[in-house]
Nanobody, 115 residues
Framework: QVQLVESGGGLAQPGASLKLSCAASGMTYSNYAMAWYRQAPGKQRDWVGT???????NYANSMKGRFTISRENAKNTAYLQMNSLKVEDTALYSC?????????WGQGTQVTVSS
């Protein structure tokens, strides 16, 4: 059974950094690309970025420069490093893994940026 578990969210002050993790189980993780999304209260879910099996990455324009996605296949885990956090980064952050074998979502981890 495939399972994705996000962690690392919490309360942060503006300008701080957080590193989120997305741990996968029940799959051959190295065969899947992984994407991060976020959804702020009352807003649609937005794509943050994707890391492919090659470790190439793509980011939404608004995330470039502050957010970095990485992966550690040996740990079946991907990461989202978020720097210089802003109040508007407050959202539920979720990960998705996908390939031609299927698509799976995690439940998300809440990030709140507030002074």
């Amino acid at each position: 059974q495939v399972q994705l578990v996000e962690s690392g969210g919490g309360l942060a002050q503006p300008g701080a950094s957080l590193k989120l993790s997305c741990a996968a189980s029940g799959m051959t993780y190295s065969n899947y690309a992984m994407a991060w999304y976020r959804q702020a209260p009352g807003k649609q879910r937005d794509w943050v970025g994707t890391i492919f099996t090659t470790c190439n990455t793509n980011y939404a324009n608004s995330m470039k420069g502050r957010f970095t996605i990485s992966r550690e296949n040996a740990k079946n885990t991907a990461y989202l490093q978020m720097n210089s956090l802003k109040v508007e980064d407050t959202a539920l952050y979720s990960c998705k893994v996908f390939s031609n074998m299927g698509t799976y979502w995690g439940q998300g981890t809440q990030v709140t940026v507030s002074s």
